[in-house]
């Protein structure tokens, strides 16, 4: 089954710095990968999606690249501000077109810092 | 727009007792819809998935049912509640590529 692994601690980091947030995969390629963000007792929801053929994606303050050789999605907040403070999750999509399963990291727990 | 609706917010249950969690989703036909549960500090668990009315795919033995009665309802169920069923569990559905939470049912076994 596929494996996927964040960056295990918390991460703290001072308003206005650049917050990085790591994923990696083993067991297969996805066509795509995807992060969300989660909020104490809500739902996850999606932030950004990124595909095996986009080297890097951009959405305002947010950037996520996709290394396929690597096997690893980086998560970039830049300007970071307290509000940004949640816990991001990255996930890959069903195995094939067939599959319904998408797999979730167990999520890095992010404090922006005033 | 789509909506997801997951009912109640909160609940405490005692040990044996049933459980009935609703979802609905508005807005798309014929979703993939999803069950997790998220314990605290761990990943989410993949519980059921469903692709079609009455269709149910289960990823892990348990104590809990789901059922899917119409396009758009997805219910998890229990007969009797163990203290290791509490946990945060959380609706989704999917548009193939992406997917989208509700906000989850807090339960606690008393």
């Known amino acids: 089954s596929q494996k996927i692994e964040q960056n295990s601690e918390a991460l703290n980091i001072q308003e206005g710095k650049t917050a990085t947030l790591t994923c990696n995969y083993t067991?297969?390629?996805?066509?795509?990968l995807q992060w969300y963000r989660q909020d104490p007792g809500r739902g996850p929801v999606f932030l950004l999606l990124i595909r095996e053929n986009e080297k890097e994606k951009r959405k305002e303050r947010l950037k996520v690249t996709f290394d396929t050789t690597l096997k690893q999605s980086l998560f970039h907040i830049t300007a970071s501000q307290p509000a940004d403070s949640a816990t991001y999750l990255c996930a890959l999509p069903p195995i094939s077109n067939t599959g319904n399963q998408f797999y979730f990291g167990t999520g890095t727990s992010l404090t922006v810092i005033p | 727009s789509q909506t997801i609706h997951q009912w109640p917010a909160t609940l405490v249950q005692p040990v044996g007792s049933p459980l009935s969690l609703e979802c609905t989703v508005e807005?798309?036909?014929?979703?993939?819809l999803y069950w997790y549960r998220q314990a605290a500090g761990r990943g989410l668990q993949l519980l059921f998935y469903?692709?079609?009315?009455?269709?149910i795919s289960s990823e892990v033995p348990q104590n809990l049912s789901a059922s899917r009665p119409q396009d758009r309802q997805f219910i998890l169920s229990s007969k009797k509640l163990l203290l290791s069923d509490s946990g945060f569990y959380l609706c989704?559905?999917?548009?193939?590529?992406?997917?989208?939470f509700g906000d989850g049912t807090r339960l606690s076994i008393l």
């Open positions: 469903s692709v079609g009315i009455g269709q």
């Open positions: 989704a559905w999917s548009d193939r590529l992406t997917q989208h």
């Open positions: 807005g798309t036909s014929n979703p993939n």
């Open positions: 067991n297969y390629s996805p066509a795509y």
